[in-house]
């Protein structure tokens, strides 16, 4: 589906200095253009007029001050992989493209960090990473960029034992709305030097400025790994599981929920052999000593709360296919109702909350006349819902939307967030001013601060006026 | 030492509604407000014109409300701990003590995290927690405010293992310069919620609005703790044996280094013989298993760098003598030129660069005409230097902010910062703009668009105009 996208034609002046900047690498064709809009889930695809693709920093500064001059609105693009429509073009103006910009620039092993250009993805970072015993464990499931995740402060299934892109980028080289270049910080582990700009731009969705490099923090590798599926009888044996081994002291490096409706919709779509039941996939790091402790203090919580059929993969094939079945769940959903659009929904609560928030929406998604599974990174507190949905029957989107109102209204009553991973960009407006109140007016006064036109992803976060 | 203090007497008409809303918790004493003026080490004092000691958040936003009525300087105060005259009325104003709003207001053991008002101390916080198997453990040795510590980003020794405030604040509530109370985050794991503003106050040394609340991630009690002290053949050789153990894995709670003056002043102070040599103070936490293996694991690498000596305390009372030993290490520095002011320097370098930094600094010392130590949190790649000043002698002064010139411009070319810890304050501005450069700009801006008329904290981080 393709939105209404009233802007004008960008002004002929603006293409000619484009073209003449980036040659081959600056365009207005539609299939291009189409496929930079940031559609999916509900959201409208909303394309921008051009494409621009920078392969420098002061290729990026150069696009930032013409745009400028015209002013026409710029939105960063590093994968597209993002739920919430962070990348349409709103208002129209040109797409910044960081895909060429995807050289690995300095990895210090001696440190523990790296160096990259934003349009670097996570996996062609580990790929890179293979031969230092480090790598780079946030995992949003998606081959993001690393631009694009500290944008939208991704996190995903390991951040439960790493952190997410907040706890784990060091500094940031970005591009400002003038055309200014930054660097946020140095290479130091801590410093009080001053505003903390690094973490004010990750999760800022490119509102503020384009970010063109990315410091970030490297792991071992750990020498042992395990992996395991488990059945539970109850979602709340499932979660209680979690936060118990959490209290004690016992870490995973994932632990990841899957509802009974999604492992069915898992066995179906991946040809496995799972218990049709709420599971848990779980993995542990550590040297082997640590990872045969923390397995079996785990599996001695998770038997208590009776928790069955433990299926252990300690080879690399196995947990391969174990978590291609988790991070490829919302695919696997759609066998659900086939044609169907998923929403996916992204609350986050505190941990000792989880339980009876599972509990209470599973509740309510059984009263809904649609199809929908529940799966989530437990450990954090953060856990979706996927929504199957006719995008063309208004009465089942309002009714979906509803779900998701009252969702994120029983998450912050627990004193959670709205979106623990997926961002605000278009979806989550209402719902950021429900959560933070006049904190939104500061946020706005910063975004009017550091870009007086308004032309940096406009429209994402809050509303463009 | 007073500075002088130019700004014209408060307006009367404000000190009465000051004294009307607070009554004997507002006060102009001479004394009280010589308290509140920052000296210390190199600065001045520069003290208030009145301070007012509200009890709870609307007492503060009602401060804010009347000072910005009268446009007058307002200044967030906690312990007045800060080494970089960070609670100096450069410009006159009214001082904003905290310690009345000293409440610990919820603890959730569930979730390892509590709320505290601005004005609870770190030890107090601990005094409270000691029922509930939790601590806090960020610990810059004195016994600071934790609304202080969020406003200057403070770390301190346990950062190499715990974090400092930067990795341990979830949330605040913060008076914004215009009275209005805003939360900045929920108590979430995580959170995509828009702009990172917890992570923009912490450090914002009170110039974008008073923090009053502060809600911590928590930590497990470790069920061992084992400390040490080891002296080595060189600086080198101590600082190396840290950067190998955190590079094989093994991160000490705790790994101070002091170098032989500094150990030959504590020794004086508090009547101890540990050896005269460069040494590391270590602490490990866990459970008794895995803190031998540490210990075992840091005394191989100790060896082999040719550290001796080991002096093992796992016992309360030794340890406790030993990081008191540790943490008064700039009282005991005093002894060696009695009547001098101490300067710390505080430059963090990427710890692959410490030994080279330390060994090149430990020179340059050398080579000045005052006696100084050496000591810092090295598994950070954070030290200081603690000068030894005669304050009347403006040739020596000149000599050591040279040394300290040259110390930044080293830890700078390193891509390193100049202050780990300390924040900016009046000291550090110049070396915040040769570190960051335009990125200054960037600041300056955001605290013009939050504070229009530049009244809280004016003069710190930057210059006021």
Redesign the interface.
Known sequence: MTGSNLAAALPEALTDRLNALLGEHFTANASVCGHHGGGGMRHPNLPPQAVAFPATTDEVAAVVRLCAEFRVPLIPFGAGTSLECHVGAVAGGVSLDLSRMNRVLRV?A????CTVEAGVTRMALNTHLRDTGLFFPVDPGVDATLGGMTA????GTT?VRYG?M??NVMALKVV?ADG??????????????????T??F???EGT?GVITEVTLRLH?VPEAVAAAVCAFPSAEAAVSTV?EAL?S?VTPARAEYLDAVQMGAVNTAFDLDYAVADSLFLEFHGDSESVQSQARAFGELATANGGADFRWETEPEGRERLWRARHQAGFAALSLRPGAVPWST?I?????RLAECVVETRADLADTPFPGTMLGHVG???FHCILLLNLDDPIEMATAAAFDARLVRR??AM??????????GLG?QA??VH?????????R??K???DPDGLMNPGK?FSAA
């Not at 939208?152 to 996190?155: L, P």
């Not at 959560?435 to 946020?443: F, H, N, Q």
């Open positions: 210090s001696e440190d523990f960090d939208t402060r991704a996190s951040t997410g907040r706890e400002t200014q270049m930054i660097r946020t910080a140095g290479r130091a582990r801590k410093s009080s030097a001053g505003y903390d700009l973490h004010l990750v999760g800022s503020l071992p936060i209290q002291g992204d986050c609560v505190p941990i000792s954090d507190g953060n998450a912050l004193d959670g967030t709205c979106t623990g991973e997926h961002g605000i989550k719902a950021l959560e933070l109140g006049d904190a939104v007016k500061v946020m006064a910063i009017r601060v550091l976060i």
